[in-house]
C-alpha cells in the first residue's frame, strides 16, 4: 500500500491552510512522494468555487463583516460554501495517475468515505447523483469540492459535525436554494467527538484510497516545504 501522510492540524484560519495545502501539491508536482490527507477546522469563511458569483452571496458585506466572515474565490469545482469551527475539512493532496484514480474515481471515494464515517457517529447517509456529497433526509450533511492540476488533487471536502447552520443562510450553499444544510449533531441531537470523527474520516478516506496511514507534523511539512523533499 502507498504511504499518506496524516497532518492533522487543528483549528486553522484559511488562508493559512490553503497556502499549505497548495504548496504540498506544488511540491508533489515537482517531487513526486508520500501522499499527502490534511484534516483541520478553519475559522468563518465563505470560499467560492470556479462556478460561484457574487449572487450566490445572499448577505451584505456589512453583516459578513460583523459576523467576522472572509470571503475567497479559489480554483476547486463548485459554487459557494461555508466552512467554520465544528465543520470537519478534509484536504487529500493526491497524485492521482499513481493511484490510478481519476476526478470522478476520488469523487466516489470521498463519498463512500463519508458515509462510512456518518455511520461510525451514528447516522445513516445518503447520496444524491449529481450533488457530490452526503445527505440525511434531503438535508446536506458535506459537501465536495475538488481541483486537479498537474494530476495533483486539491481541496476535497467539509463534513458537519456542529457547526454554527445559521452561517449558511448567508449564501445559496452549493447552488441548491430550497435544499437546508444540516450537521451531525443535529440529526442525532447529541455533542459530537471532533476527534473521534477526525479519526474515522482519516481511516476510512486512506480505506477507500487504498493508503497507509503515517502520523506527519506540521513542521514535518514545513521542513520538507523548506528543503523541496520528501522525507
Known amino acids: 500500500m502507498r504511504e499518506a501522510k496524516i497532518l492533522k492540524l487543528g483549528t486553522t484560519p484559511y488562508p493559512e491552510g490553503l497556502e499549505l495545502m497548495r504548496r504540498l501539491a506544488e511540491l508533489k508536482r515537482l517531487r513526486p512522494g508520500p501522499q499527502v490527507l490534511m484534516l483541520l ?3 468563518p469563511v465563505l470560499t467560492m468555487g470556479r462556478r460561484a458569483t457574487e449572487s450566490d452571496i445572499l448577505a451584505p458585506p456589512e453583516l459578513l ?3 467576522g466572515i472572509a470571503v475567497h474565490r479559489v480554483e476547486r469545482g463548485g459554487l459557494i460554501t461555508y466552512h467554520g469551527p465544528g465543520q470537519l475539512v478534509a484536504y487529500p493532496v493526491l497524485e492521482l495517475t499513481a493511484l490510478g484514480l481519476g476526478v470522478g474515481d476520488l469523487v466516489r471515494a ?3 468515505a463519508l458515509l462510512a464515517t456518518l455511520e461510525g457517529l451514528g447516522v445513516r447517509g445518503s447520496l444524491q447523483p449529481g450533488h ?3 445527505w440525511h433526509e434531503g438535508k446536506k450533511l458535506a459537501s465536495i469540492g475538488v481541483a486537479v492540476k498537474g494530476g495533483v488533487s486539491l481541496h476535497g471536502l467539509a463534513l458537519n459535525l456542529a457547526p454554527n447552520l445559521e452561517h ?4 445559496n450553499p452549493c447552488g441548491l436554494t430550497g435544499s437546508p444544510m444540516t450537521s451531525v449533531r443535529r440529526v442525532t441531537g447529541r455533542e459530537v467527538d471532533a476527534m473521534r470523527a477526525t479519526e474515522l474520516l482519516a481511516g476510512h478516506l486512506c480505506t ?3 493508503l497507509e496511514p503515517s502520523p506527519w507534523s506540521l513542521d ?3 521542513t520538507c516545504l523548506e528543503t523541496s523533499r520528501f522525507k
Request: glycine share 10%; aromatic share 4%; no cysteine.
Open 41 to 43: 477546522e478553519h475559522e
Open 65 to 67: 463583516a460583523r459576523e
Open 110 to 112: 470521498l463519498e463512500r
Open 132 to 134: 457530490p456529497g452526503a
Open 168 to 171: 449558511f443562510k448567508l449564501i
Open 208 to 210: 477507500e484510497l487504498g
Open 220 to 222: 514535518q511539512a514545513r
